[in-house]
């Protein structure tokens, strides 16, 4: 079966300070990977998505950027986090043809 | 531009109610329509889904009701029970073979009293 994770599950980072978020999927192979965000009362925005290795769109202009170094794994990066990057960042998976999307348990990110 | 709208943003359901959670598209390309429910700290979990050729969905205590026409669709908990009690997300996506991801509404928090 398919297990999808995320680390760190929580993150207290200070403003002007990098980030590495990662995200790894096991038991399936050249997933689609997302990276969505969850603010308070906002509900989830898409972030980056990805089809393959080193294949990365992006939906938003931000902050932040990402990457797919190997097929199932994909990176959520900041060089320089402000205030505005805290939330709780989730990663998720779908295979190609399917309508279905997995998602992570989330990282838990506190920029002060 | 929001392009799922979701209503109530809060509701409270007596325990063995029903619990009814409405959303409204605006794409007319979006032709799969999930229910995520989420536990405070947790990622979303997949509830139930639906696609345009059908009307209703049933899955247990769940219903998915799909109004094509009017681009709305609504999530109705039967019998609901304080274990519900979560946020419940609705969103939207295009054709599967596409790499597009979730489009969500802003969830419904919903609890339900004992």
């Known amino acids: 079966s398919q297990t999808i994770h995320q680390w760190p599950a929580t993150l207290v980072q200070p403003v002007g300070s990098p980030l590495s978020l990662e995200c790894t999927v096991e038991g399936t192979s050249n997933p689609n990977l997302y990276w969505y965000r969850q603010a308070a009362g906002r509900g989830l925005q898409l972030l980056f998505y990805s089809v393959g290795i080193g294949q990365i769109s992006s939906e938003v202009p931000q902050n932040l950027s990402a990457s797919r170094p190997q097929d199932r794994q994909f990176i959520l990066s900041s060089k320089k986090l402000l205030l505005s990057d805290s939330g709780f960042y989730l990663c998720?998976?779908?295979?190609?043809?399917?309508?279905?999307?997995?998602f992570g348990p989330g990282t838990r990110l506190t920029v002060l | 531009q929001q392009q799922v709208k979701q209503s109530p943003q809060s509701l409270i359901v007596q325990k063995g109610g029903i619990s009814i959670i409405n959303c409204a598209y605006e794409?007319?390309?979006?032709?799969?329509f999930p229910w995520y429910q989420q536990f405070p700290g947790k990622g979303p979990a997949l509830l139930i889904a639906?696609?345009?050729?059908?009307s209703e969905k049933k899955e247990g205590r769940f219903t998915i009701s799909f109004n094509k026409s009017a681009k709305q669709f609504s999530l109705h908990i039967m019998d609901s029970q304080p274990g519900d009690s979560a946020t419940y997300f609705c969103a939207a996506s295009k054709a599967g073979g596409g790499a597009d991801g979730l489009t969500f509404g802003k969830g419904t928090h919903l609890i339900i009293q004992p």
């Open positions: 998720a998976w779908r295979l190609a043809w399917a309508y279905t999307q997995y």
């Open positions: 794409n007319t390309a979006f032709d799969y």
């Open positions: 639906i696609r345009p050729d059908v």
